[in-house]
């Protein structure tokens, strides 16, 4: 295309990008001295467009809880304390605008915006006298770490001044009120959370008072990176073991059990990279990585994430995950890709976003699940196998166990869809995780969209497409997942070198540029708990699909609590040489759908009749399994985790 027939285009593009975000698009901030530089920076909310696959996700998830929770459920209805009313005034409400704002301006949605400005207005206008925010009936520093998180993307959608003004006030009131009345429980476990949001105000106003904030805030905040370095939870951490630990005491849920909490442990991954933008060390940048390795090597399961059920778990694919875990875990890798550069945090990224997340929750979205396993044979009332949760942590439905997920997962995919690209600190673009999407955003002055085709991660290309307003010399760095041995790049159809971790292609840009990027994904058998092997191929993981029955246990307004039974048998053992076929099918309209996988693996397997369930848990993997002496080798079809809600993932190696 020529630069001629684009111009009317772009600025077409560029009016509907501003009416969408609702403001011009901004250039994206870096900290700047004396605050440590990081190789990446968040693009201003609404820079990023969904589309595709991803945009039908969004939509879906607008259809679903996201899109009417507030219509039926009050504790984010119209008697939130966050709106005004005398209802519900800690975590929840700014749990689920921290979800609902960044959706509804994805979607450009007036319905969705509105439903938020009813909480975003009445926060705004209604600050304390002193510089407090938020619901009077309490004064609890944690809820409203949420709620800067939330004010953070609202601006950044928005303008809207009245946030740099409430901040400030709040920040300041914080610094002197903080001594007398320090940060406890909750809050002290994660205030990692609101550092995040101190340096996005500190780059925004440089006021010397907020890097006091930051300090004062890492000097009351628990030291998560001495307790990782030390990581004494290397077994499942139930009540039991945590009072042995703590030498009998009671008080040992206080403290023990805040540090293996899992949502806590989720949020702090990203302490140590925040708190490095302040320390400049680079040790505390990178102790990320430690973390992860503790959480892998102790606490790791197959579909990326690590158990918690709601206290870390050990590694045995029937023990679950909490669904908060999972969207905090994407968020704090979101924000320590940023700061670190590392790649391999985007590969664990997309990992869960591709399966733990949908996983959790039924195709339209409706309904939710606690926990999740692997392993997940049934999803009835039981107490087993969970940690600390209790008997309907694995059903799906509005608030199963506790009512913590059911406002919190929102945050999940408008995030994920927020954070796909990001800016360089060379003043170029860099793409962080890959899904189709539409980047409108401005590089060293001059307005640049990137459209961005593709149905990753179920097909292994991606097709871009530059628009630079006009021709511009700027770096373009690619993130290239660990997996893919043999990723091949073309600019405009010329083959360009791959380098590991981030290929950087520096060239002056003209519109209509192309960049195609083609990755090999082999299917890779991963060797687990008891040596149990699951099955992935680039970021996908796949599971056996068990036949589901779906019962409603009761119903729950305009959606249902559910218990799902097996229909088929799922005791299948594999040995480590099996052969492994690969299918590619559309990729229907529910993306994750089972029932429409995308990709499906045939491999062989035998049944094992002594693994068994016991109260509708798998019981752990057996070492070594015995087939069946009555039934030989059979074809057994894997289809991606999210799509299986009762599944085997992780499976025992045939003796
Ligand atoms: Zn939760």
Redesign the pocket.
């Known amino acids: 295309m020529s630069a001629m027939t684009f111009r009317p285009r772009l600025a077409a593009a560029a009016s509907t990008a501003e009416t969408r975000a609702g403001r011009p698009q901004q250039a994206p901030l870096f900290p700047s001295a004396p605050l440590m530089r990081q190789p990446f920076a968040p693009l201003p909310a609404g820079s990023i467009k969904a589309s595709g696959w991803l945009l039908r996700q969004l939509q879906i998830q607008a259809k679903g809880l996201s899109g009417h929770l507030d219509e039926f459920w009050p504790i984010v209805g119209p008697d939130s304390g966050w709106s005004g009313g005398s209802g519900e005034s800690w975590e929840d409400g700014p749990y689920f605008l921290d979800g609902l704002v960044p959706l509804a301006w994805q979607l450009d949605s007036p319905e969705l915006k509105a439903k938020a400005m009813r909480f975003m207005d009445w926060t705004l206008d209604h600050p304390w006298e002193n510089g407090m925010f938020g619901p009077r009936s309490n004064d609890d520093w944690w809820p409203r770490m949420v709620m800067l998180k939330v004010l953070t993307q609202y601006h950044e959608l928005t303008g809207d001044h009245r946030v740099i003004l409430l901040m400030t006030r709040y920040f300041h009131y914080q610094l002197q009120a903080l001594p007398g009345r320090p940060l406890r429980d909750w809050g002290r476990m994660r205030w990692q959370d609101q550092l995040v949001s101190i340096l996005w105000l500190y780059q925004r106003t440089n006021d010397a008072a907020l890097l006091e904030l930051a300090r004062l805030l890492k000097r009351q905040g628990y030291d998560w990176q001495s307790m990782f370095a030390r990581f004494p939870f290397t077994q499942k951490t139930d009540a039991d073991a945590l009072r042995k630990q703590a030498g009998g005491s009671d008080a040992f849920m206080q403290d023990l059990g805040l540090q293996v909490h899992g949502?806590n442990v989720a949020q702090a991954l990203k302490a140590s990279p925040v708190w490095s933008v302040v320390s400049g060390s680079a040790a505390d940048r990178d102790a990320v990585r430690h973390q992860l390795q503790m959480l892998d090597t102790y606490h790791g399961l197959p579909n990326g994430m690590f158990s918690a059920d709601e206290h870390l778990a050990g590694r045995s694919p029937s023990q679950g995950t909490?669904?908060?875990?999972v969207v905090e875990t994407m968020y704090s890798l979101e924000v320590a890709l940023a700061i670190t550069g590392d790649a391999a945090l985007g590969d664990r990224l997309e990992r869960i976003a591709f399966n733990a997340l949908p996983g959790a929750l039924t195709d339209d979205m409706w309904a939710h699940q606690?926990n999740q396993q692997p392993n997940q044979v049934e999803c009835s009332l039981h107490r087993q196998p969970w940690t600390t949760d209790g008997p309907e942590s694995n059903l799906f439905g509005l608030e199963p166990n506790?009512r913590?997920?059911t406002a919190?997962f929102h945050q999940g995919w408008p995030k994920f869809a927020n954070s796909l690209w990001m800016a360089t600190a060379e003043q170029g673009l860099a793409a962080m995780s890959y899904a189709p999407c539409t980047v409108t955003t401005v590089v060293r002055s001059v307005p640049v969209i990137i459209e961005q085709v593709s149905d990753y991660p179920f097909r292994q290309s991606v097709s871009m497409t530059i628009r630079p307003h006009h021709a511009i010399t700027f770096p373009l760095q690619l993130r290239i997942p660990g997996w893919s041995k043999g990723t091949r790049i073309a600019v405009n159809g010329m083959p360009v070198e791959v380098t590991a971790g981030f290929t950087t292609i520096e060239r002056r840009w003209e519109a209509g540029d192309t960049v195609e990027m083609v990755f090999t994904a082999e299917v890779k058998i991963e060797s687990g708990y008891n040596g149990a092997l699951s099955f992935s191929r680039g970021s996908l993981v796949y599971a056996l699909p068990i036949n589901e029955n779906w019962v409603i246990w009761r119903k729950r307004g305009p959606t249902n609590d559910w218990q799902v039974y097996p229909g088929s048998r799922w005791n299948i053992g594999i040995k480590p040489d099996t052969s492994v076929d690969v299918s590619e099918h559309a990729v229907g309209e529910i993306p994750f759908a089972g029932a429409s996988a995308a990709v499906r693996l045939t491999v062989r397997g035998r049944y094992v009749p002594a693994w068994k369930a016991s109260e509708g848990v798998a019981e752990p993997v057996p070492a070594a399994a015995e087939p069946s002496a009555d039934e030989g080798e059979q074809s057994i079809i894997l289809v991606p985790y999210a799509g299986a809600k009762l599944r085997i993932t992780a499976f025992p190696i045939l003796g």
């Open positions: 949502v909490e669904l908060c875990t606690y506790f913590c997920c919190n």
